[in-house]
């Protein structure tokens, strides 16, 4: 139990261009949703909270308007990072909690390149 | 603001022999939480321990929470090349929109030599 997908796995985008990252949960209901941005060797650097039905929370530094994130429903979050540029290139990965719990189960993560 | 360090950041060891790393919060925590990253994966959860001065054991591995709930440690006997990758200790707080939200170690990455 508790599985987390992510799609997609790797995605390769041009300067200036956007791109959608989905997040379900496949097999509970993820009342929370967490999106983390995570550099090589470095640990996990929230970006934002969401909750289903409500905005998403963000972290201190981090552009909302620039990185887009809609949790339209209890198995599914989407992060948009827009008008993206190299220094966006990083790996992204999501996480998902249950009602009243504190665990939290991670996707597999996104690797994106922007050139 | 809440901190969680993590000691040591990195640790070689042969296998066979023990490791252990530790977590050490700023705050008096509810819970703390362990969890482990393959090389090129995704963060597992492996445990959580609530009460004070608990002690969980899972095979060669064994967590143990502090009296006073604001340390912490992973310990894994005989370690084993499967044992390889980042631990992360992580503890619970809010958000500013009071919504649930983890504060994470920066990790210790564990390499085993066969």
């Known amino acids: 139990g508790a599985v987390v997908s992510q799609h997609p796995s790797w995605v390769i985008c041009k300067s200036g261009t956007s791109v959608k990252i989905e997040c379900r949960s496949l097999d509970f209901q993820a009342t929370t949703m967490f999106w983390y941005r995570q550099f090589p060797k470095q640990s996990l650097m929230l970006m934002a909270t969401s909750n289903e039905g409500s905005k998403a929370t963000y972290?201190?530094?981090?552009?909302?308007d620039k990185f887009l994130i809609n949790h339209a429903s209890l198995t599914l979050s989407t992060l948009t990072v827009t008008s993206a540029h190299p220094e966006d290139s990083s790996f992204y990965i999501c996480s998902a909690s249950e009602r009243k719990s504190w665990e939290q189960y991670f996707g597999p993560g996104t690797?994106?390149?922007?050139? | 603001g809440q901190q969680v360090m993590q000691i040591p950041q990195y640790q070689h060891v042969q296998e066979g022999e023990d490791f252990t790393t530790y977590c050490n919060s700023s705050t008096t925590l509810s819970?703390?939480?362990w969890y482990k990253q393959r090389p090129g994966g995704h963060p597992v959860f492996l445990i959580q321990l609530v009460k004070s001065?608990?002690?969980k054991k899972q095979k060669r591995?064994?967590?143990?929470?502090?009296?006073?709930?604001?340390?912490?440690s992973l310990h894994i006997t005989a370690t084993q090349t499967t044992d390889v990758?980042?631990?992360f200790c992580a503890g619970p707080t809010y958000n500013a929109g009071n919504n649930r939200k983890l504060i994470w170690g920066l990790g210790t990455s564990l390499a085993v030599n066969p």
């Not at chain 2, 591995?61 to 912490?72: I, V």
Request: hydrophobic share 30%; aromatic share 10%; glycine share 12%.
């Open chain 2, 61 to 72: 591995l064994t967590f143990q929470f502090g009296e006073a709930k604001k340390n912490s």
């Open chain 1, 59 to 64: 972290e201190q530094g981090v552009e909302k």
């Open chain 2, 53 to 55: 001065g608990e002690v």
């Open chain 2, 31 to 33: 819970n703390i939480q």
């Open chain 2, 85 to 87: 990758g980042t631990y």
């Open chain 1, 111 to 115: 690797r994106l390149t922007v050139t």
